[in-house]
């Protein structure tokens, strides 16, 4: 399992901006091919981005709805992001958690949907930065693991948990690579409490402020299996410079020994 390297898109572009895709494909097929690459859309742009990704590209959602589908206006749900091509879903990210009043079980819900319609799934997570002030950013995450995450799930393979601090996103201010470490190692942890080696394919991302000139930084930690990337996402010039760092911490450190270490520091 390589890192993945995930773009969010938020409510951002229309048909003129998949040029934008395209160059990220052509990034990822100058790269070694250890990495994977994904890039969550509007529902409305799903069908065009898959297109323009050329399968070098993995095309996601960024929400979905719980049910298959019913009366509610305005959602949208796993299945039909499956059938517009989707192949991942963002869901509990903390814009929707603040915006939608989405609870912990709300985000639950939509995992099991995304499972239902075999789509891979990245679970949001993140301590506030008035829970970091007070030293609970650990037990914070470890809460809403607990509470977001249905243990049970065989999740689908290139699903996520990704730690983004809510203090970092879209902010330019980003964790200390100690803190990082703090907070992956301790939600592998739980991780590993909750659902034993199952956990082994569950990626843990980092997000909030990722940037090219700070990825290499963050990519290298072994606990960081990916980054979540929200604005950097947006212009292929930015995001494929990301994919270029994780590609440079690969081909230096090797998957397999990245994977050695991790297990190693799982275990102590
Ligand atoms: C995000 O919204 O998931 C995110 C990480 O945003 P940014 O990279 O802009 O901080």
Redesign the pocket.
Known sequence: MGLLIAG?W?MNGLGDRLGEVSAVAECARTTSGHNDVLICVPSTLITRAVEAGAGLVVIGGEDCGAGVSGAFTGDISAEMLKDAGASAVIVG???RRRNHNETDAMVATKAVAARRAGLAVII?IGETQAQRDEGAALSACSAQIAASLPVDLEFSEGSAI?Y?PLW????GRVPTAGEIVEVHQSIRQRLTDLMGDRNHGLRILY????TAENAESILELPQVDGV??????LRSHDFNGIIRAADAVTRHSGDPLRRLRHAYETDR
């Not at 970092?168 to 902010?171: E, H, L, P, Q």
């Not at 979540?228 to 996402?233: F, I, P, R, T």
């Open positions: 969010n938020k990210h903390s814009e949001c990704a983004e970092a996103i879209g902010t997000g909030g402020s990722v979540l990337v929200g604005g950097a996402s």
